[in-house]
């Protein structure tokens, strides 16, 4: 059974601040997904991931993948309140799947 | 483009009664189309695939008499809870999928079920 595990689960951290969030996934994939989710709100897509080493950037945000370590990274640099949400990786094995999911706090 | 549009955003029901929610692709075809459950705090976990013409497939544990899903068209599906109880309180989102977007997966905007 496939298990994507994020961690933090929870991080709070002050503007101007970088930070990173890591994505492990169990089983290969060649497919992963960036979504953020704001309160009582659906899903909004960041990026999607699809071949190893990929790099995705957008804004503050960038997010890469190494397909071989199972591993994904959601990169935050100069953290500003806008940021503030909950952060989901997903990744396809048949079905997509997704992750723990990060609460994200940005402090001023 | 690749709009998901899903309604109602949010109903309040009676124990026992049943709720429809509609999920719509408004400017693709979806060939698949997902349906999530959500619980405060939580991961979205995925109630069942339905692909157009055919039975949904159901993930362990779901309910597939009470969770009834509809994929009557390429742009359309239907959950219907059924003799919904205060435990089916939950956000529910739809999700499609079309080989006219890459890679991609649409998201409706998500109903918030009360059951009261």
């Known amino acids: 059974e496939l298990k994507v595990e994020q961690n933090p689960l929870f991080l709070s951290m002050q503007e101007g601040k970088n930070y990173t969030i890591y994505c492990n996934y169990s089983t290969t994939s060649d497919r992963l997904y960036w979504y953020r989710q704001d309160p009582g709100k659906s899903l909004e897509s960041l990026f999607v991931l699809l071949s190893n080493g990929a790099v995705k950037q957008e804004g503050r945000l960038m997010a890469s993948l190494d397909t071989k370590a199972r591993l994904s990274t959601l990169h935050i640099t100069a953290a500003v309140h806008d940021l503030s949400a909950t952060y989901f990786c997903a990744v396809v094995v048949g079905k997509l799947t997704f992750g723990t999911g990060t609460r994200l706090t940005i402090i001023p | 483009g690749a709009v998901v549009s899903q309604h109602p955003s949010w109903v309040i029901c009676k124990s026992g009664t049943s709720v429809k929610i509609e999920c719509r692709s408004l400017?693709?075809?979806?060939?698949?189309m997902f349906w999530y459950r959500q619980f405060p705090k939580q991961s979205l976990m995925l109630m069942a695939t339905?692909?157009?013409?055919?039975?949904?497939?159901?993930e362990q544990g779901v309910e597939k008499d009470k969770f009834l899903i509809n994929h009557a068209s390429l742009t359309l599906s239907t959950l219907t809870v059924t003799s919904a109880h205060p435990e089916d309180s939950s956000f529910y989102i739809c999700s499609a999928a079309a080989r006219t977007v890459n890679y991609g997966y649409t998201f409706g905007s998500g109903t918030r079920l009360t059951v009261v």
């Open positions: 400017d693709f075809q979806a060939t698949t």
């Open positions: 339905s692909n157009e013409g055919s039975k949904a497939t159901y």
